[in-house]
T-cell receptor
């Protein structure tokens, strides 16, 4: 079945870059997403990438996709304390099909 | 534009009691999802609606869980009877036609004692 794996924890210093990694198994994944979840809140869509793209940049966020290795990463430049949250990688085969999520990476930003 | 609305935000019940959660998706969003998020895990799909039709309910434990979206707008998820293992966050999400973006509500945190 489909599986999405992420490392569970990441700690960085304020101002540094954060890189959160994700691997997935479903070769038919068409859309790959990054969501952010703050304590007690729902999931906020940060960005997504189509499987025919290698990279997508949106302000401080850069998504890299290596489709051959089924590896996705999210880079946050100039990480701030407000970036502390859990980041979920997710994939779906089609536009409105259910998302398959990883377990989330808890990012801690040290001032 | 208002986001996905869920109520209640928190619910504490004793085991074997019934409980219901309500979701109002973003206006115009025809696809509605209910996800279950256990502590320390990512969300997992329970059921997906296209308008009023449940098109994917394979992960819904039908012996105790039920859902409805009668008019293709808001939706209710029910558990009867609740078990200790049902303690989790229940998330609702919606997607507009032709889009791949799912917008999530804040969730209902259920505690079963």
């Amino acid at each position: 079945g489909e599986d999405v794996e992420q490392s569970l924890f990441l700690s960085v210093r304020e101002g540094d870059s954060s890189v959160i990694n994700c691997t997935y198994t479903d070769s038919s994944s068409t859309y790959l997403y990054w969501y952010k979840q703050e304590p007690g809140a729902g999931l906020q869509l940060l960005t997504y990438i189509f499987s025919n793209m290698d990279m997508k940049q949106d302000q401080r966020l850069t998504v890299l996709l290596n489709k051959k290795d089924k590896h996705l990463s999210l880079r946050i430049a100039d990480t701030q304390t407000g970036d502390s949250a859990i980041y979920f990688c997710a994939e779906s085969a089609q536009g409105n099909t259910p998302l398959v999520f990883g377990k989330g990476t808890r990012l801690s930003v040290i001032a | 534009e208002a986001g996905v609305v869920q109520s209640p935000r928190y619910k504490i019940i004793e085991k074997k009691q019934p409980v219901a959660f309500w979701c109002n998706p973003i206006s115009g969003h025809n696809t509605l999802y209910w996800y279950l998020q256990n502590l320390g895990q990512g969300p997992e799909l329970l059921i997906r609606y296209e308008n009023e039709e449940a098109v994917d309910d394979s992960q819904l434990p039908k012996d105790r869980f039920s859902a409805e979206r009668l008019k293709g707008v808001d939706s209710t998820l029910k558990i009867q009877p609740a078990e200790l293992g049902d303690s989790a966050v229940y998330l609702c999400a919606s997607t507009p036609p032709g889009s791949n973006e799912q917008f999530f509500g804040p969730g209902t945190r259920l505690t079963v004692l």
